[in-house]
């Protein structure tokens, strides 16, 4: 069984960091493609970001390049998003999501992934 859990969420005032990550259990994800979603209350679900499987090209929505980046550990089965100048828009639920990339692409769809994570909370206080 595929499990992504996402940890590192929480309260941060505005300008401040967090880093994120995605640990993969039940499934190698050196052979994904993986990114990153966010869902603020009341909102739809967005893209935020997006990385190949080998780590070499990543893609992010306009309202967090430059600020925000996506890495990956592939021998540590775990994805991360480094978090900075924070912003209280970016106050949302953050979930990571993969699928298996038969070409080294990254995707930017939310109907292209197949596995989700239950999500963490990011709060940036104003």
């Known amino acids: 069984q595929v499990q992504l859990v996402e940890s590192g969420g929480g309260l941060v005032q505005t300008g401040g960091s967090l880093r994120l990550s995605c640990a993969a259990s039940g499934r190698f994800i050196g052979v994904d493609a993986m990114g990153w979603f966010r869902q603020a209350p009341g909102k739809e679900r967005e893209f935020v970001g997006a990385?190949?499987?080998?780590?070499?090209?990543?893609y992010y929505s306009d309202s967090v390049k430059g600020r925000f980046t996506i890495s990956r550990d592939n021998a540590k089965n775990t994805v991360f998003l480094q978090m900075n100048s924070l912003k209280p828009e970016d106050t949302a639920v953050y979930y990571c999501?993969?699928?298996?990339?038969?070409?080294?692409?990254?995707?930017?769809?939310?109907?292209?992934?197949?596995?989700w994570g239950q999500g963490t909370q990011v709060t940036v206080s104003s």
């Open positions: 990385i190949n499987r080998s780590g070499t090209s990543t």
């Open positions: 999501a993969t699928r298996f990339a038969v070409d080294d692409i990254y995707y930017s769809r939310q109907n292209e992934y197949s596995y």
